[in-house]
Structures are given as C-alpha cells and as structure tokens.
C-alpha cells in the first residue's frame, strides 16, 4: 500500500512538472508519470492479491491512490504537444 502510495504522490509530482515545469523537460515528467501509474497499478494489483476481503478498507485506499495516478497521468499528457509523429 504504500508503494502504491509513493508512486501516486510521484505521478501527481510529475504531472505539475509536465504541465508547469520547464517545457525542453515535458517529455521526461511525462514519462516519469507514466512509469509511476504503472507502479502503482501493479502494487494496487498486489494489495488485492494479498487481501482476503474485498470489503477491506486498504482495498479502497489503495484503488484511490490509482485514480490519483491516472489523473496525473491525463493531466502529464495534456501538456505534451504532438510534434506530427504517431501516438
């Protein structure tokens, strides 16, 4: 849960930097806002696998923590401009 955690708290980090951050660099935070909702997908993965209950209140944190990541994750690629190339 934790992991899941960090990697959210990362992702929202990265999504300001992508969005407000230096534009030369949009490309890297946006990047890293990928790899961190990937991070924290898989650890939320892992929580519901290890959990017996899927009323467990960590269960629901820990999906909140993915919905954090995946906003950062909407939010890092708005900010990325299509240079004509595929997406």
């Given at each position: 849960?934790a992991?899941?955690?960090?990697a959210?708290?990362?992702?929202?980090?990265?999504?300001?930097?992508?969005?407000?951050?230096?534009?030369h660099?949009?490309?890297?935070?946006?990047?890293?806002?990928?790899?961190?909702?990937?991070a924290c997908?898989?650890a939320v993965e892992l929580?519901?696998?290890?959990?017996?209950?899927?009323?467990?209140?960590?269960s629901?944190?820990?999906?909140?923590?993915?919905?954090?990541?995946?906003?950062?994750?909407?939010?890092a690629?708005?900010?990325?401009?299509p240079s004509?190339g595929?997406?």
């Open positions: 849960l992991i899941a955690c960090a959210a708290e990362v992702a929202t980090l990265g999504a300001e930097l992508a969005r407000h951050g230096n534009p660099l949009t490309g890297d935070a946006t990047t890293a806002v990928l790899i961190a909702e990937a997908r898989a929580v519901e696998a290890n959990l017996d209950d899927g009323d467990d209140p960590r629901r944190e820990a999906w909140d923590w993915a919905r954090r990541a995946a906003v950062a994750r909407t939010q690629l708005s900010a990325v401009v004509g595929p997406v």
